[in-house]
C-alpha cells in the first residue's frame, strides 16, 4: 500500500486532474472520484479513493487508511447523501447508502478478504469502518 503524502490536497488535485484528463479511469487502478456537499459549508468537495464492485454494487470504504475517526467524505454523505461518481468514463448523480448490520459486515469481510489492508485499518482502531454502496440515481 501506498504511503500517504505529506500535501494530501496537493496530491489528491494532481490525480484528479491526470483522472479527468484521461477520460475519468486510470488503466490498472480501481479509481473514482466522489463529490460530496460540505455538512457545514454546503460546498462542493471532490475526493479520489479506491472503490470495489461486488455483486453488481459500486461501493467505497470509508477506513482513511486506518484513521481514529471517520473522513470529511463520508460525514458529509450522511448529512447529504446526494453525491456526484466518476468512474469508468462516466459522471452520473448517485444516492451514498452506508450498508449496515449484516450486510456491512458480510461486504467488509468479502472486501478484506480481497485487500487485506482494510483488515488492518479495522484491527487499528475502534470505530467500525463504513462500507458505503453508491446507487445511481438515473
Known amino acids: 500500500m501506498a504511503e500517504i503524502p505529506a500535501d494530501l490536497n496537493a496530491a489528491n488535485a494532481k490525480l484528479i486532474e491526470e483522472f479527468r484528463a484521461s477520460g475519468r479511469r486510470l488503466e490498472g487502478r480501481p479509481l473514482l472520484l466522489l463529490t460530496t456537499t460540505g455538512r457545514r459549508s454546503g460546498r462542493t468537495y471532490t475526493n479520489p479513493m479506491m472503490y470495489v464492485r461486488l455483486d453488481g454494487r459500486l461501493l467505497v470504504i470509508a477506513s482513511a487508511a486506518g484513521a481514529e475517526h471517520d473522513p470529511d467524505w463520508?460525514?458529509?454523505l450522511v448529512a447529504d447523501p446526494a453525491v456526484t461518481v466518476e468512474v469508468d468514463g462516466e459522471q452520473y448523480a448517485a444516492t451514498a447508502r452506508p450498508a449496515t448490520g449484516e450486510d456491512r459486515d458480510a461486504l467488509f469481510?468479502?472486501?478484506?478478504?480481497?485487500?487485506p489492508f482494510f483488515a488492518d485499518h479495522q484491527r487499528g482502531v475502534a470505530r467500525r469502518i463504513p462500507v458505503v454502496e453508491l446507487v445511481s440515481s438515473a
Open 109 to 115: 469481510e468479502r472486501i478484506a478478504a480481497q485487500y
Open 74 to 76: 463520508y460525514r458529509n
